[in-house]
């Protein structure tokens, strides 16, 4: 009875910490992208050199369109992860359906683009909409290149080895 008892404090102790492990990811996942967000903000504010006025009708049409882009992209992702994994279970008239309903999702974002788009240009003058499109992209891109740099970095402290780094072993 009391080996049960060990055994049952234990998996409790273990589940607890897991949760507390999953919560302490999911809050550091959230800081993470409060602090990509303020920091790209930061970035597109530099690039616009936006005017309090201007910024102040701005900000709540671009912060409007990234928060329906970023739902309509968490959808389409989990949309088509469900189709990944039914894939082997689907009919040909299921898989079509489901297709089609991916290629909807890209048609509702390039409406959404589109809208985003022509109210944009009643706040912005035509020089400021294409600093804007270009310093969005500059911003992906040094994103990315910081996202491998560090997955780089990550990858040679795992692995000591030579040749794991991509050197050649002498």
């Known amino acids: 009875m009391k080996r049960y008892f060990i055994l049952f404090t234990i998996a ?3 589940s607890l910490s897991f949760s507390l492990f999953a919560q302490d990811n999911e809050t550091q996942t ?13 970035f597109l504010s530099e690039q616009l050199q936006l005017t309090p006025c201007v910024a102040q009708k ?4 671009y912060n409007e369109f990234s928060l329906k882009s ?16 039914a894939m082997p279970h689907l009919t040909d008239a ?4 489901s297709i089609d309903e991916q290629m909807n999702f890209r048609w509702e974002k390039a409406k ?8 944009l240009k009643k706040i912005l003058n035509i020089n400021q909409v294409i ?10 891109k040094k994103l990315l290149q910081l996202l491998r740099s560090q997955k780089n970095t990550s990858n040679k402290q795992q692995c000591p080895h030579e040749d794991c780094n991509g050197s050649k072993p002498a």
């Open 112 to 119: 959404l683009e589109m809208k985003f788009h022509l109210e």
């Open 58 to 61: 701005f900000w709540p049409l």
């Open 94 to 97: 299921q898989k079509e359906a």
């Open 131 to 140: 600093k804007l499109y270009d310093a969005e992209h500059e911003y992906k």
């Open 70 to 85: 970023d739902s309509l992209w968490h959808l389409q992702k989990k949309k088509s992860q469900e189709l990944s994994e």
């Open 12 to 14: 409790c102790l273990s």
């Open 30 to 42: 959230e800081d993470r992208a409060e602090r990509l967000k303020s920091q790209k903000i930061a």
